[in-house]
């Protein structure tokens, strides 16, 4: 990766080893996705087949997120996130074979789309279970800054690594993200044992949805999340961004790597400005602000015919959400007993995670039917709706003040 460790965390050795093992993930993570997405483009010519991506990695992730929460509790959260990790390795490998040999149509390609969606569903709740385990309470403000700070870096690499090597054909896109997944799992098998609480109740199903229960107890946590949900879920443009890309704004491959990595410039800069200075008061109004500045960069970028105006946009947008998704992340972690941490990351996931896909499903239906600006459009006002009507609604979230004190 292209930045280094934190300097207060960077001689934990399993802090900088799980920050390596991220930022490879996020890299393939990003690759893929514009792999996918110009490929089925390419042979389709159809905005809703760019949806269907996004429902197709939110099914799998829909079933399965309870069981895989409460599997990260019970099971070692290390076995788990490795072989999340694998899965994604073989996901890519089968598209590279399936490129090179000319096998893989559009169904193969849905095919290794729902692969990702497997695998996400365990990595999530596994990764972002083991972190707290990893370091010091006093230092997880932090390394979640630094560890989304790395998923910006990747998220900036990787589109832009994605379109170029997309100029090279589709099995080099697929193929190196293969290697990077592997990469990923070759730091996660040296990860050490973190300290892990597991629940003393029997596996019934009344333990697999206590995550449910105890998200719906923590008003301050279901309003964060839920806030983000139907942010992401409405004001997401990004699988439009291949019609943006080739149609609107005529940048081509490239341009569409390069439109994808300039929400993580803005998320760059502002987690680590979060990991030097982490926000200590009004963290609640901090991520109604930043959710309301995201509904409007989206308004802007949707009516934008000029590149430099639409990359500003999208800078922006990957600015705000930064905010948005640091207060979540603390709250989630911070006020939930470690042996209940992987069923409630796996709720998170479940609404956020799979938002994203389900949000870029619904862009594609609402771009096939209103056209692709006024489906942007649509969901950038929607956001603000959003963003009003939740200060109304969740109280609690907007009098969080501190991220440490229930």
């Not at 789309?113 to 990595?123: D, I, K, N, T």
């Not at 005529?250 to 800069?269: D, E, F, Q, S, T």
Request: proline share 5%; with cysteine; hydrophobic share 55%.
């Amino acid at each position: 990766m292209a930045t280094t460790a934190p300097a207060a965390l960077g001689s934990h050795r399993p802090f900088t080893r799980y920050w390596l093992t991220t930022g490879s993930s996020s890299t393939a993570n990003q690759i893929v996705t514009v792999a996918l997405g110009w490929r089925v483009y390419e042979l389709t010519g159809q905005a809703l087949d760019l949806g269907l991506i996004g429902l197709i990695q939110f099914i799998p992730a829909l079933l399965l997120a309870l069981p895989a929460g409460h599997l990260v509790d019970r099971h070692s959260r290390r076995t788990i996130l490795r072989s999340a990790l694998a899965l994604e390795a073989a996901a890519a490998g089968l598209a590279a074979l399936g490129s090179a040999t000319g096998l893989m149509g559009v169904g193969g390609l849905f095919l290794a789309a729902a692969l990702l969606g497997v695998a996400r569903a365990f990595e999530w709740p596994a990764a972002s279970s083991l972190l707290p385990g990893l370091v010091p309470r006093a230092s997880y403000p932090r390394a979640v800054a630094w560890t989304s700070s790395v998923r910006q870096v990747a998220t900036i690499i990787g589109p832009a690594l994605g379109g170029g090597l997309y100029t090279l054909g589709p099995t080099a896109a697929f193929a190196t993200c293969a290697a990077a997944w592997l990469t990923g799992l070759t730091l996660a098998l040296g990860l050490p044992k973190a300290a892990q609480q597991r629940p003393n109740e029997p596996p019934t199903l009344a333990s697999v949805l206590a995550g449910i229960g105890f998200i719906w107890q923590r008003k301050e946590i279901l309003g964060a999340i839920s806030l983000d949900l139907f942010a992401v879920l409405l004001g997401g443009a990004t699988a439009l961004l291949p019609i943006y890309a080739r149609d609107i704004l005529a940048a081509g491959p490239i341009g569409l790597g390069v439109l994808r990595g300039a929400p993580a410039v803005g998320a760059l800069i502002v987690s680590a400005a979060l990991a030097r200075w982490p926000l200590q008061r009004r963290n609640g109004p901090a991520m109604f602000a930043g959710v309301a500045v995201f509904g409007l960069a989206t308004c802007v970028f949707a009516v934008s015919q000029s590149f430099a105006l639409s990359l500003a946009a999208l800078a922006v947008m990957g600015a705000s959400d930064m905010i948005s998704v640091y207060v979540r992340l603390n709250l989630v972690q911070l006020r939930t007993p470690d042996q209940m941490r992987g069923r409630v990351t796996a709720v998170n996931g479940l609404f956020i995670g799979t938002s994203n896909q389900l949000g870029e499903f619904e862009s594609g239906v609402t771009a096939a039917l209103l056209g692709t600006v006024p489906a942007v459009l649509l969901g950038g006002l929607g956001t603000l709706a959003v963003v009003a009507l939740g200060a109304l609604l969740i109280p609690s979230l907007w009098k969080v003040d501190r991220l440490d004190t229930a």
